[in-house]
């Protein structure tokens, strides 16, 4: 059964505005920045992440997909954070055949929880734990994969100096569907460096590489590469987080995109 996407995604906008309401916007734009590209950090916001993928499908077209994503830290006790993130996708599908047209819509949404330590270790690394659940949300079948799915999802990084290393990772598995099965693999590696004479200005390389564990061995993989530049900045009061980035996809299945454009706008919202 199919959930319904617009409530849900209207209620968190709504949590998040009246949370956001009472923080207070002290920090640099360095420190902001460390934040934004801290996937753990105990701060709400708002990024809009939009992903234009080229020579997209068997007609080489062009699919767009906006990622809204918004982030809820929740403190469960003075030693623990658990983080939350919604990927909310919306997406622009060109046709598979001839005829078919393009299909515009809501695709499977994804929601990660990650309980995190407030206290760095003496190691300085930064870590969380949690799970992520993908919800049959799609308005179209095109538009996503028509099952319900749970896994494990994790994070580490470190920060020093100008730099923030780490990487992303969860494997999602089919807990119920009417169609094929669902075994899908993520990591996202991060390597930010962050400009010490421009406050809030980066570059950043993180690539989205995904397995699908169902499809045959010359199918199963995309592994981009690329590299992007970000700058932390203002609009009034409210800090912003802009991003830029390229990526190429040295391996990708039949009918995947050759390479992909990615901009991002997120809103910040320190307390």
Known sequence: MKLFPRKIFVAMIFSAALICSASVFAQSAEELAKAAQNPVASMISLPFQNNTNFNFGPGEDTQNVLNIQPVLPFSMNE????????????ISQPEP???????????????????????????????????????D???????GAGAFGLGPS????KSF?????????????????????????????????????????????????????????GNTWTVPIGLGIGQVTRFGKQPVNMQVSAYYNVKKPDFG?????????QFMFPK
């Open 257 to 265: 995109a050759d390479w992909q454009l990615r901009l991002q706008l």
């Open 79 to 90: 030693d623990w954070n658990l983080i939350t993130r919604t990927i909310i996708p919306v």
């Open 137 to 143: 949300t799609a308005s179209d079948d095109r538009l």
């Open 97 to 135: 055949v001839a005829g078919l047209g393009r299909e515009n819509g809501m695709g499977d949404i994804q929601f990660t929880t990650l309980l995190s330590p407030k206290e760095v270790g003496p190691s300085g690394w930064i870590w969380g734990a949690g799970a992520v659940a993908q919800f």
């Open 161 to 217: 100096g100008p730099w923030v290393v780490g990487g992303l990772v969860n494997n999602i598995w089919t807990v119920s569907t009417d169609r094929d099965d669902v075994n899908m693999f993520l990591f996202q590696p991060f390597i930010n460096y962050n400009f010490p004479d421009k406050p809030g200005r980066y570059l950043t390389f993180a690539p989205i590489i995904t397995a699908n564990w169902e499809a045959d061995s």
């Open 154 to 157: 994790a994070v580490m990084l």
